[in-house]
């Protein structure tokens, strides 16, 4: 039998075969990944150039000596150039020219790729986006940085004596990336222009959620540019300025945060259909239009629990969890890749920032739903304890339904993982009132006697009902 | 009309009375409380007693007065001494006197009563419970502490240049009550010896956890009397040791946290139907045995959302939220008070402990389950984000149905409002499968991507496989 084929090496991929092998350990798994990182966590990259994680190294959660040892035939810096649906073959591109390889079943894991704004100067020195784990150190050594120290062990940033090279740096877009790296600049001293073409930043968490946020990163000393569309990226050799319509802001770097988009390409090319956000449309089982052919992680749409359509929402644990279940399925047990919430959360300085389901009312309405919101403040311990801080909750429901449809929160505490009951009562299907009832934990020290969810599920149930 | 009656002035009564006012602002409500405090909370007495809380009056969420301005005809130092439920009247013995009232409806909210182990010396001086407030400030006084500090602010305790004039101090029960209570005299410098008869303290939070926390609060300098009965509290006027079947253990002062019991032989001796628990036996709406007499808060049993039961967990929640459900039912709106699930949070030191549900097997065994248990181990963070912390769960599902019963939670960070991730997968009725494939929140300064919750689920879902 030919092997179970792999096209990218990380969490999708990896997490694919990795199961594969361990259930079906007779058969054989082979990962083409085109470059040379494996399996490693994107998401701590802001982390990295911050200084809280030493070595990039750090990042890797298994080493290709590792997954070879699984028996997995991992082949890094072989690119897949097509893929033929019929003869069920891919074409590839390693080291030593290029080869054809046969496949039982395929697993397209191309994952995305960071979008680049449609400016001119993106091509100069000092202008970097962070999608992988080479762009990770070019901005540490663009900015003159060491490795990061050891961690002191108590669990903060033991910061850093070696001031950046680096004066201003300019961060082009709001997103998640861009709140992180500003963050991770700041670390080093640096004085940072962030740039957003939209009122708030962080537009999946809300408006709410988002003015919270940026009235705290401007105590932090970052320059917010919100409204303001970035027109070029000027300078001869290196950025020197970021232009937009308000003048000139001298900069010595800037990192480009607009968003990813999918590497669907390779599959587009070979006939696989594509959903209507522009990634691979998958089945739930992670099939795609093509036999034999499945799809998982960035490169993918994934099914929505709210309004049970095909979504696309990059992240982390959609990837793991959609391979490994792939890897089960291709190793005889039949195993959805489950459906999201878009769940997510974010440190943004001092605040956690989290969301989860539909939190913005267009999306809602867009979505067939009568949306309703309400946006509540609430302590995160019990009024008498010591340290509470505030929770501000934004909670949406649906007028007709009584249906909660999704949340966002920020806050100083007890945020980044509270979202995940409203997470949870999403995956229910819960209404408003049904999660004004849930049982939830109480300590003083940890939360009202109503807890900040209940406050604000409450609230919204009364307007629902209004 | 006759008035809403309610009896005892705490959580249950109290939420019902402002709800039920707020809601029909014409009727009247009466509130009898026997004592002088109303609606404070219980659970932050050990905080008090610690100093964390600088004034008994901090714990009050509304007082006396402000209830009056909300037009509740509130009556403290009033005692109901018997309810006749054919007449409607209830039979109350105040300060000047003893007279009849009459009711429309009638809420019994008596609350529980801190029990005493049924040991010689327990009225010898310095000998006490925590069930109220008045004993909280008896404990201070007892200990020779001025009132707590202010706060400083930064959240943490301000410490005590005042050491107590108490050297040794017996905790007699290992409960919730007893964990808290030993934290907050150590806090003084105070010796703690726990006793508690079960091989395990915190049996609710099952023996996995419970060890965890053991082995923490003897790092702390807890002197734990694990397996050991207390035969006898020694003295002659007030309390000098401790005398179990291994010999004396010298004390100035002995806290008794034998658990609590419902305040229900008012409503019992007025014909009114206990539940299997021995609590007053309520319909989903709070309605016991006898037409327009109302139960809710510690004196009255709850269904258990996860074995569809009557139970008995005397929580601040389940009160608040029930005595607010019969304030709107009582107003003209029926709602329901709500199932449980048991959730409850712990603060033991540095230690967050949680549960929530079924997490002990005999129980499980008991409401009909076929019980199967995992205990895994996880991180708090991501494995390369500096400062995390073992996160250990215990996770309890049934074989035949695959459901997920139950869980319990102990580490450093991030457990007291997980556990409202299982809470509400309880609600909801999820398998083990179910809770795996949820969609939480990832980001590494909060979370591996494969939240701990999720590892559990999984685990426990492949040993129910099994």
Redesign the interface.
């Known amino acids: 039998m030919d092997p179970i084929v792999i096209v990218g090496g990380d969490?999708a991929g990896m997490s694919a075969a990795s199961k594969f092998k361990r259930e079906a350990p007779d058969r054989d798994v082979v990962v083409f990944e085109r470059g040379e990182w494996v399996s490693y966590?994107a998401?701590?990259l802001p982390?990295y150039v911050k200084g809280?994680?030493e070595e990039l190294d750090?990042?890797v959660?298994l080493s290709a000596a590792e997954f070879e040892e699984r028996g997995i035939d991992l082949r890094t810096g072989h690119e897949v150039v097509a893929i033929d649906t019929d003869e069920r073959t891919v074409r590839v591109v390693g080291p030593d020219g290029e080869f054809t390889q046969s496949y039982e079943d395929l697993l397209v894991a191309t994952g995305a790729r960071a979008l680049e704004p449609p400016v001119a100067g993106t091509d100069l020195d000092g202008v970097f986006t962070l999608h992988d784990m080479d762009a990770a150190a070019r901005i540490r050594a663009y900015l003159g940085l060491d490795a990061p120290p050891v961690?002191d062990?108590?669990?903060?940033?033991a910061g850093f004596d070696d001031v950046s090279e680096v004066d201003a740096v300019a961060v082009v877009g709001g997103g998640y990336v861009g709140v992180e790296m500003a963050e991770a600049f700041a670390e080093h001293g640096i004085t940072v222009h962030l740039f957003e073409m939209l009122p708030h930043t962080l537009r999946p968490f809300g408006a709410e959620a988002a003015a919270v946020v940026e009235e705290h990163l401007e105590d932090e000393g970052v320059r917010l540019h919100l409204n303001t569309a970035v027109e070029e990226l000027a300078g001869t050799e290196s950025v020197t300025a970021v232009v937009t319509e308000d003048g000139e802001v001298p900069v010595d770097a800037a990192l480009l945060g607009a968003g990813v988009a999918p590497n669907a390409e390779l599959a587009e090319r070979a006939g696989i259909e594509l959903g209507p956000t522009g990634a691979v449309a998958t089945d739930e089982f992670g099939r795609t239009s093509a036999d034999h052919v499945y799809a998982a992680g960035d490169v993918a749409e994934a099914r929505n629990?709210v309004t049970d359509e095909p979504d696309y929402v990059p992240?982390?644990?959609?990837a793991?969890?959609a391979g490994r279940a792939i890897g089960a399925t291709l190793a005889g047990e039949p195993t959805?890749t489950?459906?999201?919430?878009?769940?997510?959360?974010?440190?943004a300085f001092d605040l956690?920032v989290?969301r989860?389901g539909l939190v913005d009312e267009d999306a809602a309405r867009e979505a067939g739903f009568d949306p309703v919101s309400v946006t509540v403040t609430t302590g995160s311990r019990?009024?008498?304890?010591?340290?509470s801080r505030e929770i501000q909750i934004t909670a949406v429901g649906d007028a007709e339904s009584g249906r909660l449809l999704g949340a966002s929160m920020v806050g100083r505490e007890?945020v980044?993982?509270?979202?995940?009951?409203v997470?949870?009562?999403l995956?229910?299907g819960?209404t408003a009132e049904?999660v004004s009832?849930?049982?939830?934990?109480?300590?003083?020290?940890?939360?009202p006697?109503?807890?900040p969810?209940?406050t604000a599920a409450k609230v919204l149930d009364g307007k629902l009902a209004d």
Do not use: Q
């Not at 992240?315 to 959609?318: M, Q, S, V």
């Not at 019990?382 to 340290?387: L, R, S």
């Not at 980044?416 to 009951?421: E, G, L, N």
């Not at 009832?437 to 939360?447: E, G, H, K, Q, V």
């Open positions: 969490a966590g998401c701590g982390y809280d994680v750090d990042l959660s961690d062990g108590a669990g903060e940033s629990v992240l982390a644990l959609t793991n969890r959805r489950g459906g999201i919430a878009g769940t997510a959360a974010l440190k956690e989290a989860t019990a009024h008498y304890y010591p340290g007890g980044a993982k509270r979202i995940d009951t997470a949870t009562a995956h229910a819960f049904d009832m849930l049982d939830l934990s109480y300590a003083p020290p940890f939360s006697v109503w807890d969810v209940l």
